[in-house]
Structures are given as C-alpha cells and as structure tokens.
C-alpha cells in the first residue's frame, strides 16, 4: 500500500493529520508521501474543499479529519 496526504501548507487540519499519518505509517510499516493543492492543478479542482485528504492506493480513505484508529486497521492489514 502506498499512503498520499494532499494538504496546502498552512493548513492546521493538514499538520494535524500529518502528525497521525506519520505516527501511523511509521507503526505500520507503510510508505507515504505528501503533496500540495497548490502544486498540482488537478488535485486542487478534486479537492481543495476537503483538505486534507488520505488517499490509499489513490482512493480515498479520510478527508477533513484523520482517524488514527481507522486508518491503523486500514494500513494493517
């Protein structure tokens, strides 16, 4: 599994979930990147509204906010 976190910077939802994704990947094992609204085009017209926003193989998993809990039995198994 490859986990994606699309955030913009200055975002406290998105340095929230930043803290969880880490925490969680770094449990898990799972590989994980970030990129910005502000740097891709495409990803802001999807979703710049619901920042931040967990992809999983690059489907949705969380927007807004992120569940360690949830997204800890997701990476899990």
């Known amino acids: 599994m490859m986990l994606t976190l699309v955030g913009k910077p200055g975002c406290h ?3 929230e979930a930043r803290v969880i994704v880490a925490q ?18 495409a990803l ?19 927007f807004w906010r992120v569940d360690p809990d949830r997204l800890r039995a997701v990476l899990s198994r």
Do not use: A, N, R
């Open 44 to 62: 802001f017209d999807l979703y710049w509204e619901k920042i931040p926003v967990v992809l999983i193989d690059g489907v949705v998993h969380d």
């Open 13 to 15: 939802l998105c340095d």
């Open 24 to 41: 969680v990947c770094s449990e898990t094992g799972t590989p994980w990147d970030e990129v910005s609204v502000l740097d891709e085009v």
